[in-house]
Nanobody, 121 residues
Framework: QVQLVESGGGLVQPGGSLRLSCAAS????????MGWYRQAPGKQRELVAH???????NYGDSVKGRFTISRDDAKHTVYLQMNSLKPEDTAVYYC???????????????WGQGTQVTVSS
């Protein structure tokens, strides 16, 4: 009923920039917090960035100063602007959204299917 779809991933060179988008669709009443997570093969999944409904943000230590999370509630979309990319940023990036479903009024967390980001020269 509710779906999150990521876009914007791809191959970039070290030092480059990339912007990821995550659009939520379906019977959505409201969106609470949203976030980006990433996981590389053989590594633990980690928080990249998080944003509340009020616009407060938190970032993982490894991306502070380089990544920026933002949201457009009118479009039910969250963005991740990634600058000064490093090879260690290579991972599958997943969007997560906690939202209230319109019909039931219940809150759920949904995951996107992920988008691959590869930083390599």
């Amino acid at each position: 009923q509710v779906q999150l779809v990521e876009s914007g991933g791809g191959l970039v060179q070290p030092g480059g920039s990339l912007r990821l988008s995550c659009a939520a669709s379906g019977s959505i009443f409201s969106i609470n917090a949203m976030g980006w997570y990433r996981q590389a093969p053989g590594k633990q999944r980690e928080l990249v960035a998080h944003i509340t409904s009020g616009g407060s943000t938190n970032y993982g230590d490894s991306v502070k100063g380089r990544f920026t999370i933002s949201r457009d509630d009118a479009k039910h979309t969250v963005y991740l602007q990634m600058n000064s990319l490093k090879p260690e940023d290579t991972a599958v990036y997943y969007c997560n959204g906690n939202l209230k479903v319109r019909k039931s009024g219940m809150n759920y967390s949904y995951w996107g299917q992920g988008t691959q980001v590869t930083v390599s020269s």
